[in-house]
């Protein structure tokens, strides 16, 4: 069935390095997605998203790949911090009207050694 | 603050029990979602409301109901609870219109643990 996941669980990370969340989505109609941040004890929230019809989007120390053709998504964090030490979600939708819905992937938990 | 509001925060019920938990939305949204994330677990979608009318449903339960209010408030109601409905329930909140950007970003509330006993 359809599916958006993730390669790893989890993943440590020294502070000040780069990190890379992987994500692997099997529905070739999904055109829009995003990546979320889930910390302890909270809702999730928006780091950034990508629409199909682009390769990468870049904001601040957090960059988006997208490689349809093997429909996979990745998260880039640099120089990563104690505070980005979290619970990422990938998550993805579809153009229908009447289906804006996000459907998630099970996440990589995130730890920055410091 | 993401501006999407849930109570209560925490709720202990016993099994067979009834619980409404209420979201109220980010100002001007239109659509509300709510998620259920159980331990360690991914967000799973429930329901979807969109200006006071169901718009896509998931993988929810026959005990469990939703609605929008003309105010664009949204309840989820769970009945006849069961020890596996322990989660956090999640509600967001989004314009509703992806518009030409094609875009739909979720806001969510901080969530409303359940504990069934």
């Known amino acids: 069935g359809e599916s958006v996941g993730l390669h790893l669980p989890t993943l440590s990370v020294q502070e000040g390095d780069n990190s890379i969340i992987n994500c692997a989505y099997s529905n070739s109609a999904s055109d829009y997605f995003i990546w979320y941040k889930q910390e302890s004890g909270k809702g999730p929230q928006f780091i950034i998203d990508?629409?199909?019809?682009?390769d990468k989007r870049q904001g601040q120390r957090v960059t988006v790949l997208l490689n349809k053709t093997v429909k996979h998504l990745s998260l880039q964090i640099a120089a990563t911090q104690p505070g980005d030490s979290a619970v990422y979600f990938c998550a993805e939708s579809r153009s229908n009207f009447g289906n804006e819905k996000l459907t998630f992937g099970t996440g990589t938990r995130l730890t920055i050694i410091p | 603050d993401s501006g999407v509001t849930q109570t209560p925060k925490h709720l202990i019920t016993a099994t067979g029990q009834r619980v409404t938990l209420r979201c109220s939305p980010r100002?001007?949204?239109?659509?509300v979602y709510w998620y259920q994330q159980s331990l360690d677990q991914g967000l799973q979608f429930l329901i979807q409301?969109?200006?006071?009318?169901?718009?896509a449903k998931g993988n929810i339960l026959e005990r469990f109901s939703a609605q929008q209010f003309p105010d664009l408030h949204s309840e989820l109601n769970l009945s006849s609870l069961e020890l596996g409905d322990s989660a956090l329930y999640f509600c967001?909140?989004?314009?509703?219109?992806?518009?030409?950007?094609?875009?739909?970003?979720?806001?969510f509330g901080a969530g409303s643990r359940l504990t069934v006993l």
């Open positions: 409301y969109y200006n006071g009318e169901e718009r």
């Open positions: 990508i629409r199909s019809n682009m």
């Open positions: 967001a909140s989004s314009a509703g219109d992806r518009g030409w950007t094609g875009a739909n970003v979720l806001t």
């Open positions: 100002s001007g949204d239109l659509s």
